[in-house]
């Protein structure tokens, strides 16, 4: 079997069967390409997970774009990338067309208000697991804690996520321009939200999603301030309802949460508009892929951009933890639904248990309380 069908192989196999979000998917991957493969070596490994932690995008579905690179070449960069995106694509798609014939009806109302729930305790716990990694000393607890009370005040999350990772660069290697500091606000400037909606276009759709993929750093829970700032308050065309729906269907199935966007898309425009908002969102990952990949042992030596990636991290947390408080808000509206959470938090911290199966217990227990 040639390189390029051992990557379209395991790739395509990954994309149908890898549950359980970045982590659990660059876990699966160590396993497959280290372990069993011998693709690499863990030092190998290594040096590309860093170096998807530099650049914006889904780390899991980057490390697979770097790895098909690695092995198969330019041919090998595009199609790992496409066979592990598009299963989950499909799903979504179908899914979608679920929700928007049924999902509004009270026969099936109980999926999601038992999933919802978990939603929120699967995000509380990537809070936690990545705030004891990323919050490292004190600059970095200011500077997250500062971009979750500047959101409230209506910045941008795109300012707040680069400002909190220039301001902490600039910071750590270079305190002297301190005295400079009212320049380092000018990111902030001039990017309060728009509160009124603007009508529904497809290449609006596109380009937005395009932005979206080629910024958002950090987890892919992050991609929840993103989604909401501009589909929901800018532009208008998201309830938050639909929001945690859309960020539900993407935890529930395989591959990267990022297809997300392509729950998004159908439920706003049918198929063009899903195909398109997923083009948008994973397009930048491949170009990022290819201009980084032969940079990377120079990236991972630098003190600066070391620096701004923990700061960059520590603002996302504080995105993460601003839009988790909003979308609790309305997903945790009873006595149920706060025990739901309670209890798959727990599970989660404590027992490690597979989010895919908090997800399907969730949806069960909507079901028997509908009953």
Known sequence: MSNLAEVIALFLKLGFTAFGGPAAHIAIMHNEV??????????????????????????????????????????????????????????????SWLYVHYGSTPQVAWLMYGIKPVVIAIILQALWTLGKKALKNWLLIVTGAAVLALYFLGLNEI????????????????????KASPLLMLPFSGLGLAQLAIPFSLPLLFLTFLKIGAVLYGSGYVLLAFLRADFVVRLGWLTDQQLIDAIAIGQVTPGPLFTSATFIGYILGGTPAALLATLGIFLPSFIFVALSNPLIPRVRNSTWMSSLLDGVNASALGL?????????????????????????????LRYKINSTWLIAGGALIGFLLAR
Not at 159 to 164: A, D, I, N, P, R
Not at 329 to 347: C, G, M, P, Y
Request: neutral net charge.
């Open 320 to 348: 993460m933890a601003a839009v988790t408080i909003q979308l609790a808000s309305s997903s945790l509206t009873d006595f149920w639904t706060v025990l739901i959470a309670a209890v798959s938090l727990i599970l989660l």
């Open 34 to 95: 280290v372990v069993r493969r011998k693709w690499l070596t863990d030092e190998e490994f290594l040096d590309l997970l860093g170096a998807t932690n530099l650049i914006p995008g889904p780390n899991s579905t980057e490390m697979v774009i770097h790895i098909g690179y690695l092995r198969a070449g330019w041919p090998g960069l595009i199609a790992a990338g496409l066979c592990f995106v598009t299963p989950a694509m499909l799903i979504v798609l179908g899914l």
């Open 159 to 178: 300012g707040l996520l680069f400002g909190g990772g220039l301001i902490a660069m600039l910071i750590s290697n270079w305190r002297r321009l301190r």
